[in-house]
C-alpha cells in the first residue's frame, strides 16, 4: 500500500497540501522546495492548538544577508501513513509552509495541468 498526502494547485500557481496534526487539527500548507526545514505555521494556529515551545534558533537569510531568531515548537503530525513528532518554525504571518524535511524517503510531484500535488512515500 502506497501512502501520500495529496493537495492542489491554487489560483495563484502554488502547491498546496493540507497537514494534519496527531489532535485532528488541520492546516494548508505551501509546499516550498526553498526550504530544507520540516514546518512553518503561522504563531495563531501554534497558539490554538497549544504546541510545546521548545526554544528560539537562529537562522541565516542568504537573501538578505542577514540573521534572524524564530520560537521552535513540537507537535506530532500525521504524515504519509505515519504518526511522529516533528519541529516548527513560529512564524508570525498567515502563510503555513511545508519545507524539504518532510519529504525525505518521498516524491514530490506537481500536476499544473491537472492542478494537483501528491507527495508519495518511496
Known sequence: MAFKESG???EYLEPIITLELANGAKIDCLVDTGVNGTLFLPREFIEANNLT????????SVAQAESHFAELFVADVK????????????????????????????????????????????
Open 8 to 10: 492542489k494547485v491554487n
Open 79 to 122: 504524515w504519509l501513513g505515519e504518526e511522529f513528532e516533528v519541529r516548527i518554525i513560529a512564524g508570525e504571518y498567515d502563510s503555513a509552509l511545508i519545507g524539504t524535511g518532510m519529504m525525505l524517503g518521498a516524491k514530490l510531484e506537481i500536476d499544473y495541468a491537472a492542478s494537483t500535488v501528491v507527495i508519495e512515500k518511496v
Open 53 to 60: 515551545s521548545i526554544g528560539e534558533q537562529e537562522f541565516n
